[in-house]
Nanobody, 123 residues
C-alpha cells in the first residue's frame, strides 16, 4: 500500500486546514487509517484513527478532540483530517498510516506510512 499525504500549509491560529491521504496498491476499505504528527525535536504522536470498512469507529488524541475530525471515502481511497481551531502547538509534520482492519493509537502497529505533510500554525 502506498500512501500520499497532502493539504498541509501555513495557517493562522484559529484557522482550518483539511489534510488528505490517498492510498493505492491495496484494498483500501480493509485498512484502518491513522494520522500521526511529529513536531521538531519531539517524538511522533497519535492524532486520530478510523476503522476499516465503514469507518464508524473513530478515536482521537485528547489534545485534538472536538477540533479535528477524521473521515474516509472508500470510493476515492482517501482518508481526511479536518482540522479546525488550529493552535500554534498543532505545528508539526503530519503523517498518515495504514494497518489491516483494527484501529490503533500506537505508531509501531502501523505497517504503511505516507511521506508527511507540514502544517505550520502561526500565532
Amino acid at each position: 500500500v502506498q500512501l500520499q499525504a497532502s493539504g498541509g500549509g501555513l495557517v493562522q491560529a484559529g484557522g482550518s486546514l483539511r489534510l488528505s491521504c490517498a492510498a493505492s496498491g491495496g484494498t483500501f476499505s480493509g485498512y484502518a487509517m491513522g494520522w500521526f504528527r511529529q513536531a521538531p525535536g519531539a517524538v511522533r504522536e497519535f492524532v486520530a484513527t478510523i476503522g476499516w470498512s465503514d469507518g464508524r469507529a473513530t478515536y482521537y488524541a485528547d489534545s485534538v478532540k472536538g477540533r479535528f475530525t477524521i473521515s474516509r471515502d472508500n470510493t476515492k481511497n482517501t482518508v481526511y483530517l479536518q482540522m479546525n481551531s488550529l493552535k500554534p502547538e498543532d505545528t508539526a509534520v503530519y503523517y498518515c498510516a495504514a494497518r489491516p482492519r483494527l484501529t490503533s493509537r500506537i505508531a509501531l502497529e502501523y505497517e504503511y506510512w505516507g511521506q508527511g505533510t507540514l502544517v505550520t500554525v502561526s500565532s
